[in-house]
């Protein structure tokens, strides 16, 4: 309650209508406000990071450069929100316009896949081998995560990563690691192996033995834990731990989407990408803080949005996954009342040349590329930032990964400049020192 108190109306704020209202003036123009945000705090927060490995071009997706020839084939389409445009094959998000914001001025110094997603998922450049930095799927879940769920707060859906442990807690330590489900499969008639295994006890086991051998186990791991500190026994014994939680609850069924009907899964898409969005939704909705979905395999390759050659054909058939899948999840997430308590961010490691290499392609480019924000309180329908007619450059209002990172944290009513402790005690921000929440977004 504080917390909506300190943000929407103060506490005398709330005294003055009350003594208005015993006076017989009335306030009913504030109710339905009240109404509505008294209605969120009740909510719990919640992150969507769908993370597009490779690095997807921006001048086919969501900044076309359709009187250029750096532009390509694609044409822009028109959105919900008259003077924005995107990508001919992305027809389903163009209706969304109305909740999303597109950032069209994204740059950084990082054009090598692992840098630029070290630095992308942490908020901090890569190359200070003294600190591990935590994912920033570990930051949020640590202060918006509830710690009496029975599922983790923080699960990382079919990633392929070019930076290993990258999505890691870094110092927070194992508490705070994520739950990884990966798959290997696009078969359509499958679940895309979007499950945990094993949470079932074996054949012949009954619950009374189940928790008996749990008891012998828990014996066992505290008598060791109290001769050891080593990090590798605490994160062995904190995956332990909420592996049971998971066996002995009902948690388990959140994973278990066949039991959502089939039309809506057709919609989502019947690929990794289409089940892990719609996974998302069903984790988000038993109160998972933070869930990340990678869009990383189409047609067998491995590496999505690299598109060093045959740019064209394989954007448009990444776009084809993500379109459905992602309008879906929104939607969904809408008609659940939950859209405007879960904050969805879309973006990779960097953007790809506007200019078109001799193989069809577009190779590494973190000078100015576009992300998304949409859901939450980010306040929709906006474009933020601009590059040149023929995209190699921003003309305004650069944007950085700090900004981005103190963006987020702000939607999520995560002060920025908070600090963590590393194992040494040192004082670690949040958000590297420097970065600004974009006002109009969270204003």
């Given at each position: 309650?504080?917390?909506?108190f300190n943000r929407?109306?103060?506490?005398r704020?709330?005294a003055r209508?009350?003594a208005?209202?015993?006076l017989g003036?009335s306030?009913?123009?504030?109710l339905?406000?009240?109404?509505h945000?008294a209605?969120q705090q009740?909510?719990p927060r ?5 993370w ?5 071009a921006?001048t086919?997706?969501?900044d ?15 959105t919900?929100?008259?003077?924005i ?6 027809p389903?998000l163009?209706k969304?316009?109305n909740?999303m914001a597109i950032?069209r001025s994204m740059?950084?110094t990082?054009g090598d896949?692992g840098r630029g997603t070290?630095?992308?998922?942490t908020g901090y450049r890569?190359?200070n ?5 935590p994912s920033?799927?570990?930051l949020?879940s640590k202060?918006?995560?509830q ?6 707060n923080?699960v990382?859906l079919s990633?392929?990563?070019?930076a290993p442990n990258v999505?890691g807690a870094?110092f ?12 290997d499969?696009?078969d359509?008639?499958s679940?895309?192996?979007l499950?945990i ?6 054949n012949?086991v009954?619950p009374?033995?189940m ?8 014996y066992?791991?505290?008598g060791?834990?109290a001769?050891?500190?080593s990090?590798?026994?605490?994160s062995h014994?904190?995956n332990?731990d909420?592996a049971?939680?998971?066996v002995?609850s ?8 066949e039991?959502?009907p ?5 919609r ?6 289409g089940?892990?969005?719609l ?7 038993r109160g ?9 395999q189409?047609n ?5 949005w690299d598109?060093?050659?045959?740019n064209?054909t ?17 939607d969904?997430l809408?008609?659940?009342g939950?859209?405007d308590?879960?904050l969805i ?9 506007p200019?078109i ?8 480019f973190p000078g100015?590329?576009s992300?998304v924000?949409?859901?939450?309180p ?5 474009v933020i ?5 023929d995209?190699m ?6 944007v950085?990964t700090k900004d981005?990172?103190?963006?987020v944290?702000t939607a999520?009513d995560?002060?920025?400049e908070?600090e963590n ?5 040192r004082p670690?921000r949040?958000i590297?020192?420097?970065?600004e929440a ?6």
């Amino acid at each position: 309650m504080n917390s909506f108190f300190n943000r929407d109306y103060s506490r005398r704020d709330f005294a003055r209508i009350s003594a208005s209202s015993a006076l017989g003036v009335s306030f009913s123009g504030w109710l339905p406000t009240l109404a509505h945000a008294a209605k969120q705090q009740g909510k719990p927060r919640a992150c969507i990071v769908l993370w597009m490995t490779g690095g997807p071009a921006q001048t086919d997706t969501f900044d076309l450069k359709p009187n250029h020839q750096n532009g390509g084939p694609f044409k822009e389409i028109s959105t919900s929100v008259p003077g924005i445009k995107i990508s001919e094959h992305l027809p389903k998000l163009a209706k969304q316009m109305n909740d999303m914001a597109i950032i069209r001025s994204m740059n950084t110094t990082e054009g090598d896949h692992g840098r630029g997603t070290e630095l992308m998922l942490t908020g901090y450049r890569p190359g200070n081998a003294a600190i591990q930095y935590p994912s920033l799927g570990s930051l949020v879940s640590k202060e918006i995560g509830q710690s009496d769920n029975e599922l983790p707060n923080y699960v990382s859906l079919s990633t392929f990563q070019f930076a290993p442990n990258v999505n890691g807690a870094g110092f927070l330590g194992p508490r705070y690691a994520p739950l990884v489900v990966s798959g290997d499969s696009n078969d359509p008639q499958s679940r895309a192996n979007l499950s945990i295994d094993n949470l079932r006890p074996a054949n012949g086991v009954d619950p009374e033995s189940m928790n008996k051998r749990i008891e012998v186990l828990k014996y066992l791991q505290s008598g060791f834990a109290a001769q050891t500190t080593s990090e590798s026994a605490q994160s062995h014994s904190a995956n332990y731990d909420r592996a049971i939680k998971m066996v002995q609850s009902q948690a388990k069924h959140a994973f278990k989407l066949e039991q959502e009907p089939a039309e809506l899964r057709d919609r989502y898409g019947r690929n990794r990408f289409g089940q892990g969005c719609l996974l998302a939704r069903r984790l988000v909705e038993r109160g998972v803080a933070f869930v990340e979905v990678a869009l990383s395999q189409v047609n067998n390759n491995p590496v999505a949005w690299d598109t060093h050659g045959d740019n064209f054909t394989r954007v448009r058939e990444l776009s084809e996954v993500l379109d459905p899948a992602w309008s879906t999840l929104m939607d969904d997430l809408r008609e659940r009342g939950l859209l405007d308590s879960t904050l969805i961010v879309w973006m990779g490691e960097f953007g790809r040349t506007p200019i078109i290499n001799s193989n069809g392609g577009r190779d590494h480019f973190p000078g100015g590329w576009s992300t998304v924000l949409a859901g939450g309180p980010i306040k929709g329908g906006q474009v933020i930032g601009a590059t040149s007619e023929d995209g190699m450059e921003i003309v305004d209002r650069p944007v950085t990964t700090k900004d981005l990172f103190a963006t987020v944290c702000t939607a999520l009513d995560i002060d920025p400049e908070s600090e963590n402790y590393s194992r040494e005690g040192r004082p670690i921000r949040m958000i590297d020192e420097g970065g600004e929440a974009i006002e109009e977004l969270v204003g």
